[in-house]
């Protein structure tokens, strides 16, 4: 605006101001929340897909041990048949490592009777003993499958059952499941060298299933709790941290004043108790310390 002072024209700036009404204002403060609100919605989902990426990862991961971690053994295998429905159930549950200890020639029915577990045989790895397949391959947890379940008679063969050890059993180390002979099964030795032992509650009229069968119903227990594998923190503990373990257990019952036949028995229950508690690693090393403890405490008396 053009404002006359005597004879000099002095242009006025003029500031307008705007007036907003409460209408406006209202208005304006929705607009910001309606933005706020899309921020936060945003964000939240940003952090559900990565929430969500990171759960399918480990899922993926879970399913990867799975199959890449368990060992099948079939000890001194009869008939050709049974290997290849024993594939057959192997690839039901996403299991691929199969081991043959001396079994007879794969004749045409084991790949038959496979059917879409061909594979499976084809990649059979064979073994003449199952001391061979334990040098061979490093193995940190034996699972030995049986018909006939023992009781505080028989240490060896106090059994899980399936879904016990479906739900006990991760599969971050490497495990072997055995099962044996189609007539007289595992002997007991080769009970006695596992960790634990599974047993399928039968009819005692009729105990003893068809391997096939009996392996469908351990592997649903497992395949149906992979998702509870590969827990944080929770690592199970190593064979050689159990061989450690176990060896100054079996010291400080030396140092006891019983009798030979009871420090075994002792030496076996703990034994058994450590495999069916599936320990981690660190529960492994802090009783491994307390063992020490006592030792050494006895040595000063």
């Not at 024993?86 to 496979?114: C, D, H, S, W």
């Amino acid at each position: 605006m053009i404002k006359i002072d005597g004879d000099v024209a002095v242009e006025e700036k003029v500031v307008e101001t705007t007036m907003s009404t409460p209408k406006e204002k209202e208005e304006s403060t929705s607009e910001k929340k309606s933005t706020s609100t899309k921020k936060a919605k945003s964000t939240k989902q940003s952090r559900g897909r990565a929430r969500a990426k990171l759960v399918r990862e480990q899922e993926e991961k879970e399913v990867s041990l799975f199959k890449e971690n368990i060992c099948i053994v079939f000890v001194e295998c009869e008939t050709p048949g049974n290997i290849g429905f024993l594939a057959r159930t192997m690839a039901n549950f996403g299991l691929k490592n199969l081991v043959l200890i001396n079994p007879p020639k794969l004749t045409n029915e084991a790949y038959y009777q496979a059917t879409h577990g061909k594979y499976i045989v084809e990649n059979a790895k064979i073994y003449p003993t199952l001391d061979d397949f334990y040098q061979s391959q490093r193995i940190d947890f034996k699972v030995a499958s049986t018909g006939m379940a023992g009781g505080s008679y028989n240490l060896s063969r106090i059994p899980l059952r399936p879904e016990e050890l479906g739900k006990s059993m991760n599969v971050s180390n490497k495990i072997a499941i055995l099962f044996g002979r189609e007539g007289n099964g595992l002997t007991n030795k080769e009970v006695e060298d596992c960790d634990i032992c599974v047993s399928i509650p039968t009819d005692p009229t009729y105990p003893i299933m068809n391997i096939s069968h009996a392996a469908a119903i351990i592997f649903y227990e497992l395949f149906k709790n992979k998702h509870d594998f590969g827990v944080q923190g929770l690592d199970e503990s190593t064979e050689l941290e159990k061989e450690y373990l176990l060896k100054d257990m079996k010291e400080l019952i030396g140092s006891l004043d019983i009798p030979e036949h009871k420090k075994r028995n002792g030496l076996k229950t703990f034994n058994n108790i450590i495999s069916r508690a599936f320990i981690t690693s660190r529960e492994a090393h802090t009783f491994k310390g307390i063992l020490r403890r006592l030792k050494n405490k006895i040595g000063e008396q």
